[in-house]
């Protein structure tokens, strides 16, 4: 399995980026896909993930800016990320648990597969 997350760059307070996840080994469209971010000297944290079932769960940090997305025919999730601020800074890494249930999707020991992260920057 692998997840290749890219997209990430340099953006301005109040702009909109969308990152992508590219899967192999595994179908997005079955178990669990998430996005997590870690800012410098923070935890790894949640922000989004789409449950197989078709819902959709985010942090509070990010309801209402932030929507997970999939495209199954290119077996990728994407993020679209709307009115950055500096707080949201981080490297976003993309992860997949196959038999992951509602209750723990937020937790990253729940997830078996990572992506490498790719790098979001928002100035201000």
């Known amino acids: 399995v692998q997840l290749q997350a890219s997209g990430g760059g340099l953006v301005q307070t109040g702009d909109s980026l969308r990152i992508s996840c590219a899967a192999s080994?595994?179908?997005?469209?079955?178990?669990?896909m998430g996005w997590f971010r870690q800012a410098p000297g923070k935890e790894r944290e949640f922000v989004a993930a789409?449950?197989?079932?078709?819902?959709?769960y985010y942090a509070d940090s990010v309801k209402g800016r932030f929507t997970i997305s999939r495209d199954n025919a290119k077996n990728t999730v994407y993020l679209q990320m709307n009115s950055l601020n500096p707080e949201d800074t981080a490297v976003y890494y993309c992860?997949?648990?196959?038999?992951?249930?509602?209750?723990?999707?937020?937790?990253?020991?729940?997830?078996?597969?990572w992506g490498q992260g790719t790098l979001v920057t928002v100035s201000s």
């Open positions: 080994g595994l179908t997005v469209r079955s178990g669990v």
């Open positions: 992860a997949a648990g196959p038999r992951i249930i509602a209750s723990t999707l937020r937790l990253a020991k729940s997830y078996d597969y």
């Open positions: 789409s449950h197989w079932s078709g819902n959709a």
